[in-house]
């Protein structure tokens, strides 16, 4: 059973930064693409950024040059740094495989809120 735990988001001011982590249990994750995901009130959810198990990245144009993906696999977790951040920023933020999402992985997220 995979399960992924979102951590680290909180209220930041614009133009700050926040990093956020997945914490995963099972031990397939070091096998897996994974992503970062963001779904914003009254919007569809959407992919933020992706990672495959041997580091190559994509990232959304509205990441590209702010925001990066990385992995620690020895510990199983997925990392999000998040810089230079915008009010369009704030929504939930979730992990789970990627570029293709897997529906039983989506765990509670992690709130990101960017404003003054």
């Known amino acids: 059973q995979v399960q992924f735990v979102e951590s680290g988001g909180g209220l930041v001011q614009p133009g700050g930064s926040l990093r956020l982590s997945c914490a995963a249990s099972?031990?397939?994750?070091?096998?897996?693409?994974m992503g970062w995901y963001r779904q914003a009130p009254g919007k569809q959810r959407e992919l933020v950024a992706t990672?495959?198990?041997?580091?190559?990245?994509n990232y959304a144009d509205f990441a590209k040059g702010r925001f990066t993906i990385s992995r620690d696999n020895d510990k199983n977790t997925l990392y999000l740094q998040m810089n230079s951040l915008k009010p369009e920023d704030t929504a939930i933020y979730y992990c789970?495989?990627?570029?293709?999402?897997?529906?039983?992985?989506w765990g509670q997220g992690t709130q990101v809120t960017v404003s003054s």
């Open positions: 099972g031990s397939i994750f070091t096998i897996l693409g």
């Open positions: 990672i495959t198990r041997g580091g190559s990245t």
């Open positions: 789970n495989t990627g570029p293709t999402f897997m529906v039983s992985y």
